[in-house]
């Protein structure tokens, strides 16, 4: 019997928790959203160029001197981070539109993105690729 009532206790714990939104995940409308979210941890930098994946849990977006801000849904939130080509640890092109990105970072280490436009999946990939450009007046 006591079995039975911690059981029923635990299914309505869970129950509740998802009926009221707990295990909603969270995800991208648009890149307005994606440009709001990622300007709420860095507010300094603005976006060139947004490109989301296309399940809208991730949004790459362009910062220029060979920076990319990412924002990435984990759970009901997101994560952002600003990654240069030096961050990467691996990057594989797996078709024309999808990626696996793998970051040297201990608190996020990255994942597989697919984008709806095989421009979008090539534009992340150089980015993520190219080398940060210093001029003669930096190396000075």
């Not at 809208?56 to 801000?69: D, N, P």
């Not at 990435?72 to 997101?78: E, T």
């Not at 030096?86 to 990626?99: K, M, N, P």
Request: charged share 20%; with cysteine.
């Amino acid at each position: 019997m006591l079995v039975a009532i911690v059981v029923l206790g635990i299914a309505l714990s869970v129950a509740a928790v998802h009926f009221t939104g707990g295990s909603r995940k969270a995800r991208l409308a648009d890149a307005q959203q994606a440009r709001e979210r990622f300007a709420q941890d860095y507010p300094d930098e603005d976006a060139t160029a947004v490109r989301l994946t296309s399940d809208g849990q991730a949004a790459f977006l362009e910062l220029g001197r060979g920076r990319l801000g990412i924002v990435q849904a984990i759970g009901d939130c997101f994560l952002t981070r600003v990654v240069t080509s030096g961050d990467v640890a691996a990057l594989t092109l797996e078709t024309a539109t999808a990626i696996t990105l793998r970051i040297g970072d201990f608190t996020w280490k990255g994942g597989r993105f697919t984008f709806t436009d095989a421009a979008d999946t090539r534009a992340v990939l150089d980015a993520l690729q190219a080398r940060p450009q210093n001029s003669a007046k930096e190396a000075a």
